[in-house]
């Protein structure tokens, strides 16, 4: 039984490519752990706000002195931390958006990765701090990243597994529904990418 973290950034909702290639994960997951758990966390529904003043002011405050306003301004960040924590494996759907990813998926990355609470630096270097997770990403792009002439623009792959692995998430593996914006492709993209699923 694993407790599974399904993390979305697509607004399309069904027709997303990331969700659909999210789900045919979960669903191998929960073969080879009956009894898992899923939780999902959309993001287009419940957006984190872009990190303020007062946000980054708790951020920096030790635990032990925050204030009532610090408490409150990293309330959803202790959250999504908490989220993080609790889950065995995290699934996470990655739509390409102008070579990156959502804002909405950039905003919960800039809730979870805190210096002294998933991340923190000593004479040694940087550590990670949410160690034991298998993560698996859901990546769904128009055009083709992994291979051929775009390889060299693969930037949301590589971001995400060094972020991720900064924090110590370094158990990641990419799935991908890619090339669904060639015409007439859009339906091999996804069979592909669901086929691709090894665990
Ligand atoms: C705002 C926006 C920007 C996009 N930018 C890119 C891009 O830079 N490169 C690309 O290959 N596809 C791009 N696409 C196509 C998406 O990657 C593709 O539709 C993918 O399936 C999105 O994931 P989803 O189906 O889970 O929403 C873009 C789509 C949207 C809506």
Redesign the pocket.
Known sequence: MKKILHIIS???GE??????LGNAIIDKVKLANPGSIVSVKDLTVNPFPHLEEATLNAFYTPAENHTLENKKAIKNSDLAIAELKEADIIVI?A??????I?SVLKAWIDHIARANVTFKYSEAGPEGLIKGKTVYVAM????I?SSGP?QAFDFVSTYLKGLLGFLGMTDLTVFR??G??YPGQAEAALKTGIASIEL
Not at 15 to 20: E, I, L, R
Not at 95 to 100: A, E, I, K, R, T
Not at 140 to 143: E, L, T
């Open positions: 697509s607004p399309k027709n997303s490519y990331s969700v659909k759907g739509p390409l958006w102008n070579f990156g959502p769904a792009s128009g055009a990243y775009f529904v890619e669904s914006a």
